[in-house]
């Protein structure tokens, strides 16, 4: 059992930062790698970012590499998610996720989810 708790979204204008937090607590077997999706309505929810736990590997979408940075914490078990330059089309709800997948930007590969977290990038 893996709970995941996200912080860190808001209101932001178009060229701003937000960095994102997901703390993790249960079983580390559960998650060998990390990874951030997000949902715009009307959208399907799509990959943004992942970090496999051990080795601290990043893996980004290209629609955010150079602009969003995955790290991790271990001693506090938290993920963070760091946007800059943050673009309107960057409004999404997004999710953390954690699982064992062989693929890391696939949705099915995560078998847990945080409650998700609104970020609204203004023009």
């Known amino acids: 059992q893996v709970q995941l708790v996200e912080s860190g979204g808001g209101l932001v204008q178009a060229g701003g930062s937000l960095r994102l937090s997901c703390v993790a607590s249960g079983r580390t077997a559960s998650r060998y790698a990390m990874g951030w999706f997000r949902q715009a309505p009307g959208k399907d929810r799509e990959f943004v970012a992942a970090i496999r736990w051990t080795s601290g590997s990043t893996y980004y979408a290209d629609s955010v590499t150079g602009r969003f940075t995955i790290s991790r914490d271990n001693a506090k078990n938290t993920v963070y998610l760091q946007m800059f330059s943050l673009k309107p089309e960057d409004t999404a709800v997004y999710y953390c996720?954690?699982?064992?997948?062989?693929?890391?930007?696939?949705?099915?590969?995560?078998?847990?989810w945080g409650q998700g977290s609104q970020v609204t990038v203004s023009s």
């Open positions: 996720a954690a699982g064992a997948p062989l693929a890391v930007a696939t949705i099915r590969g995560y078998d847990y």
